[in-house]
């Protein structure tokens, strides 16, 4: 159990890494756009959003699908405004689903998973370097891993106290904590990154997610699943 808990958060923090944002308003079209290169899909990685303007909703779409449909539309150039263009058209043709915007609080507890995730990256990568380090380095290497470390539990209890003074999430943090091998880290960022649990089935939020097994066929060949 606590295998598929870790493979199901890498999986979610694949598809909602954190990066920049840039944003454009389309004339004539009724949709504000916004292209999120490496942001997470909210917040969020990976993903392009459209919004209502002046709306509480918004369509999103991962940036793969807004990619395919820029070759589809034979659109080889790129700008800010071409992108927020071709994103609005993808909205009005493909009509992805309408998903709320997170309020500030969602967005905090978001926040606070992700900078978690990139200490710890962080620490790794210090880690790795402490063994190849020579030796006049490698006391640097340690007081910043421990300086990591702190930072870390330092996240950690935020993230704890704010999960439990959410009355909604704390209720989800009891039941996802009833799994095994699922704990604090694991359900904080379940509850921060994917405020769709509970809400879909096992199918679609696998799909949401990026963990479901979809067909690969062509003719004879069947892809593995």
């Known amino acids: 159990a606590s295998l598929c808990a870790a493979r ?21 079209i009724g949709w504000a756009a916004a292209r999120r290169t490496g942001t997470d899909r909210r917040l969020r990685a990976g993903a392009s959003v459209c919004a209502v303007a002046g ?14 449909f820029r070759s589809c539309a034979g659109k080889l150039a790129k700008t800010d405004l071409l992108d927020a263009e071709l994103i609005a ?20 507890l978001q926040a606070l998973v992700v900078r978690r995730r990139q ?8 880690q790795a370097r ?18 990591l470390s ?21 209720k989800q943090d009891e039941i996802l904590q009833s799994v095994e091998g699922v704990g604090d880290v694991t359900s904080a960022t379940m509850i921060a990154l994917l405020p769709e649990l509970g809400t879909l089935n096992r199918k679609q939020i696998s799909a949401l997610v990026g963990v479901a097994p979809l067909n690969r066929d062509s003719g004879r060949k069947q892809g593995k699943r």
């Open 8 to 28: 199901f958060c890498a999986a979610l923090f694949r598809q909602f890494s954190v990066g920049t944002c840039g944003a454009a308003a389309v004339s004539g």
């Open 130 to 147: 402490k063994h190849l380090a020579k030796s006049r380095v490698r006391a640097s290497i340690e007081s910043l891993i421990a300086h």
């Open 55 to 68: 709306g509480n909703s918004r369509r999103c779409c991962e940036s793969s699908a807004d990619s395919r």
């Open 89 to 108: 058209r993808y909205a009005q043709t493909v009509r992805p689903p309408v998903r709320p915007i997170p309020d500030e609080e969602s967005q905090q």
């Open 150 to 170: 702190a930072q870390i539990d330092e996240l950690d209890d935020e993230l704890q106290k704010l999960v439990e003074s959410h009355p909604a999430w704390h």
């Open 119 to 126: 200490l710890v990256e962080t620490r790794a990568a210090e």
